[in-house]
């Protein structure tokens, strides 16, 4: 009965999200339609992070290069005059998925706060290597001419349309991350997060499944980085400064670690806040810092946790992140 009402509410939520960009010109919103699909494509990089951070209990701090690496593939396939979105969005997925790799393969050795820093080291290495790109902009960063094509009479320049192709490929990577985290694979990652020892013991292939989900995460974070790069046109070094990463790690500790929902709860309340008090004060930065404040102190299991009970099958993070990378 749960389960039924709980599609019947994402179906719902679905149809909404489908219809905006047919009710937002009636309304004079027609803006709104590229900042509605901004959200999705954040969210979706958001529920990335949250699972590798809240599932795994890995806390990575450079998604955002990971991000920035499926942008620039998508900068460097349409300077080669390659314009399909069957080649530049798989590519982007990969080659963000094959570097998360590398990098897993050395940050995953150590523990803690080295954890931390060697995860920030490698998003700074890159975000310099893009910087230095002169044929891609350098730190001006890249005008791309076009949007991508997808299908014959299909006009990806038109916002609805894009908005529309966003919306599904956002829809299916986060059912596809919500199966993940429900497989045996997904429950040995939490095994892993809640207790590493005992998992080795039980001769799970700790390394390999951590080595996994780090790909798998940055492959993900690479697909929102070529739809924002779509979406925007733009694509500068600025989307994979670690700041970038430190808001999205804010973004799923306020959405709340470990829960389903809590990455993409956590871009939408973050990224609507800011677009709503940027329009009255220069410093939104503080209302968003008592937002943080207030979660930490009324809600520590995030804002996602107040609709709903702590499943067996999804344990959440404890908010003293007990096992996770960053304490073991």
């Given at each position: 009965m749960k389960s039924s009402s709980r599609y019947t509410g994402l179906g719902l939520l679905l149809l909404l999200l489908a219809a905006f960009?047919?009710?937002?010109?009636?309304?004079?919103?027609?803006?709104?339609?590229?900042?509605?699909?901004?959200?999705?494509?954040v969210a979706l990089a958001a529920a990335s992070l949250n699972f590798i951070l809240g599932f795994g209990g890995m806390v990575a701090l450079g998604h955002a290069g990971f991000i920035g690496m499926g942008a620039y593939t998508v900068v460097a396939l349409s300077d080669a005059g390659v314009m399909s979105a069957w080649v530049m969005w798989p590519a982007a997925a990969l080659v963000a998925g094959l570097v998360a790799a590398l990098i897993g393969m050395v940050a995953l050795r150590t523990r803690g706060v080295y954890f931390i820093m060697t995860t920030l080291a490698f998003a700074q290495m890159l975000y310099f290597v893009v910087v230095s790109l002169r044929r891609y902009g350098?730190?001006?960063?890249?005008?791309?001419?076009?949007?991508?094509?997808?299908?014959?009479?299909?006009?990806?320049?038109?916002?609805?349309?894009?908005?529309?192709?966003?919306?599904?490929?956002?829809?299916?990577?986060?059912?596809?991350?919500?199966?993940?985290?429900?497989?045996?694979?997904?429950?040995?990652?939490?095994?892993?997060?809640d207790n590493e020892t005992r998992m080795r013991a039980l001769g799970y292939p700790v390394f390999r499944l951590q080595l996994v989900a780090f790909a798998i995460a940055g492959a993900i974070a690479g697909l929102a980085g070529a739809l924002l790069a779509g979406g925007n046109g733009f694509v500068s070094p600025a989307t994979m400064h670690w700041t970038?990463?430190?808001?999205?790690?804010?973004?799923?500790?306020?959405?709340?670690?470990?829960?389903?929902?809590?990455?993409?709860?956590?871009?939408?309340?973050?990224?609507?806040?800011?677009?709503?008090?940027?329009?009255?004060?220069?410093?939104?930065?503080?209302?968003?810092?008592?937002?943080?404040?207030?979660?930490?102190?009324?809600?520590?299991?995030?804002?996602?946790?107040?609709?709903?009970?702590?499943?067996?099958?999804?344990?959440?993070?404890?908010?003293?992140?007990?096992?996770?990378?960053?304490?073991?």
């Open positions: 960009p047919l009710v937002a010109p009636l309304f004079g919103l027609e803006f709104y339609i590229g900042f509605v699909r901004r959200v999705l494509v350098g730190d001006d960063g890249y005008t791309l001419m076009s949007r991508p094509t997808l299908l014959p009479g299909l006009d990806l320049g038109n916002e609805s349309n894009f908005y529309w192709v966003v919306l599904v490929l956002v829809a299916l990577a986060l059912w596809w991350l919500h199966r993940a985290t429900q497989s045996r694979f997904g429950h040995a990652l939490m095994g892993i997060r970038q990463s430190a808001t999205l790690l804010v973004m799923v500790v306020i959405g709340g670690l470990g829960r389903g929902w809590g990455g993409p709860v956590g871009a939408v309340v973050w990224l609507v806040l800011e677009e709503a008090l940027k329009q009255h004060t220069e410093h939104w930065h503080m209302p968003l810092g008592l937002l943080l404040i207030a979660v930490a102190l009324w809600a520590p299991k995030g804002l996602a946790a107040l609709y709903r009970r702590r499943s067996p099958l999804t344990p959440a993070l404890s908010p003293e992140g007990r096992g996770s990378k960053a304490t073991t």
